[in-house]
Every structure is written in C-alpha cells, then in structure tokens.
C-alpha cells in the first residue's frame, strides 16, 4: 500500500501564509506526477489545486489560485511542497496529498489512485 504522508497543516490568519508537505515512498516520488486536491468544509466536491510532472519539467496550478499558490519537488526528501499566500477563508479545507502515473488524469480525481489521508488548513481571524 502506498502512503503519501502530508505534513503543514493548521490554523493560520486571513493574509497568512502555510507551506504544506507531502512525502512519498522513493519509487513513487520518481515515476509519478503528485499534487494536491482539497475539499472544503460540508463540500462532496474535490477542487484541484495543483500538480507536478515526475521530474518537475511541467507544474499545473488552478488558475484561481495563480500567484498565491506554487508546488515544487524537494528530490533528495521525495517531498512535493505546495506553498500557499495571501490565505482566505475560503481557502480552508481538507487538503490532499496525491500521486499519479500521468499528469493529465488530475482533471478526474476518481481517477487518481493514491491518496494521502489529508491534512486541514484553517483560514480564519
């Protein structure tokens, strides 16, 4: 079973920043394209919120998050880190680690296999 471990999670202030981690077993994090979905409070809806090809070369971010968000791959701790600005209230959310062999089936999270259990971001003063 593959665990995705995220990390960075917690309470942050409107306007705050919060970096969260994701670390993955070594032959995921080298094969796979891995990213982050999250789901907001009473919401059945998983939001994309970025995603990054295997080695880096090609990184998705939804475009309403565009120049708040960014992802990046940290290869000598296998750790994809999505560091996120200027937070808002409706930024809070579960947010979940995720790994796939293509970048392109992060347009349908039913087809992702590898989950990480989530970690929640609280925005709010």
């Known amino acids: 079973q593959v665990q995705l471990v995220e990390s960075g999670g917690g309470f942050v202030q409107p306007g705050g920043s919060l970096r969260l981690s994701c670390t993955a077993p070594?032959?995921?994090?080298?094969?796979?394209?891995m990213g982050w979905f999250r789901q907001a409070p009473g919401s059945a809806d998983r939001e994309f919120v970025a995603?990054?090809?295997?080695?880096?070369?090609?990184?998705n971010i939804n475009d309403v998050l565009q120049g708040r968000f960014s992802l990046s791959r940290d290869s000598a701790k296998n750790t994809v880190n999505l560091q996120m600005t200027s937070l808002k209230p409706e930024d809070t959310a579960v947010y979940f680690c995720?790994?796939?062999?293509?970048?392109?089936?992060?347009?349908?999270?039913?087809?992702?296999?590898?989950w990480g259990k989530g970690t929640l971001v609280n925005v709010s003063s």
């Open positions: 995720v790994a796939d062999p293509r970048l392109g089936d992060f347009l349908y999270p039913n087809n992702v296999p590898y």
């Open positions: 070594e032959h995921i994090f080298t094969l796979y394209a």
């Open positions: 995603a990054t090809s295997w080695n880096g070369d090609q990184t």
